[in-house]
């Protein structure tokens, strides 16, 4: 989907420290609407990966008004069928190309040789080109928050989180997590279960069914449905969301959620096209930049807890705070992290191992 292995996302972190700006192409037609596209993996429903981003779209629509004019495809495959829809979109006069899966990349890599004059971003890549750029958001910031609510809020002290892939993106979010769990509740434990699959709400569910079975009283996910929170509500116990607020699918289990906001980021895109000063990149934005954030608490959170979120989360957004900062150990007891350090930037887009608190080992990717 969206993610990327180790070595080539640690390529891009030290590509993105040195600066890389390359040329782009010409601005489009003053008087014309520039035509942009979005290719989404999954279906936009009204919660998840997929309607984030398309609110993203709307929110640049209603900002840019007639200046753009927009569309999108939605449950695309990834590989081939991802370079069929994105070269129609070339072909079919779009001048900006958002391709907001990691599949994507190559398809989207190989398109954009192909159609020099056209501009391309793609979600959480690491390649780039002269018309290919790259942008992600810190969405382990807002996990290391959310984690603080559930180490709080556990009467088990076992949490459950159902995830994907076993890849850089989803362990930063797995660590973050268990780290702010654990920062305020030294007892927790966290239990991992691999789906396989970025959209399987029949798997995810199981996933979630399975992990309260096993004694956590506290779900969240890096998967894209609502089937988790939805498990969490059935069985009355509570849930962290991901992506999106999903309360509407856990009125009373959802505490919050680590939200996506990429509304802005469009719009300053779309904006440097049509003058003709955008430049290929990479952006990975976090809190600070409004790219990530929290929703809404659940009224049962104490306000205690949410003083101590408050704090760590102004605390990120001063830079006075990071989550990955040490000491940290891995859970087989190594020193990984020494006080008074934290993980680089590329370390963290290349983690590959479980934090103190995380059971079982972490699975060939």
């Known amino acids: 989907m969206r993610r990327s292995g180790v070595l080539q996302r640690l390529a891009a972190a030290l590509g993105a420290a040195a600066g890389i700006a390359l040329s782009c192409p010409a601005p ?5 609407p520039l035509k942009i596209a979005f290719v989404y993996v999954s279906p936009i429903g009204d919660a998840g990966w997929t309607y984030q981003h398309d609110m993203g779209r709307k929110e640049m629509e209603k900002a840019l008004g007639d200046a753009v004019k927009t569309s999108f495809v939605e449950s695309v495959n990834e590989g081939a069928d991802a370079e069929r829809v994105i070269r129609e979109l070339a072909q079919g006069g779009n001048k900006l190309i958002f391709t907001t899966s990691f599949g994507f990349m190559n398809p989207t890599l190989k398109v954009a040789q192909q159609f020099p004059n056209v501009i ?18 810190r969405f382990y910031e807002a996990r290391y928050l959310t984690g603080i609510v559930a180490g709080k809020m556990t009467k088990s002290n076992t949490l459950g989180y159902v995830a ?41 569910r199981e996933a979630a069914d399975a992990l309260v079975a096993q004694g956590a009283d506290v779900l ?3 998967t894209d449905s609502t089937a988790v929170v939805q498990a969490a509500e059935a069985k009355h116990v509570w849930a962290i969301a991901y992506h ?37 990149g990479d952006v990975w934005g976090g809190i600070k930049d409004n790219m990530v954030g929290l929703a809404p608490f659940n009224a049962a959170v104490p306000q ?31 020193l990984k992290v020494p006080a008074g350090k934290h993980l680089s930037d590329a370390e963290i887009l290349g983690l590959n191992w479980y934090v103190d608190g995380v059971q079982g ?5």
């Open 304 to 334: 205690e807890v949410i003083g101590l979120v408050d704090a760590k989360k102004a605390a990120i957004v001063a830079g006075s705070f990071h989550p990955f900062q040490g000491p940290i150990k891995d859970n087989d007891g190594q």
């Open 244 to 280: 999106s607020d999903m309360t509407k699918y856990g009125p009373h289990a959802e505490l919050t959620a680590a939200t996506h906001h990429w509304g802005q980021y469009y719009i300053r895109e779309a904006k440097a096209v049509i003058s003709g000063s955008w430049k290929s």
């Open 164 to 204: 994907a892939f076993p890849i850089p993106e989803v362990v930063q979010g797995i660590d973050a997590f268990t780290l702010g769990a654990r920062s305020v509740n030294p007892k927790a434990q966290v239990k991992v279960i691999w789906t396989s699959s970025w959209y399987d709400p029949g798997k995810e």
């Open 361 to 365: 080992k972490l699975p060939a990717n």
């Open 28 to 32: 489009a037609t003053a008087a014309e």
């Open 220 to 222: 969240t996910h890096h």
């Open 120 to 137: 391309f971003e793609h979600a959480t890549g690491y390649k780039r080109a002269k018309n290919v750029g790259t942008y992600s958001a």
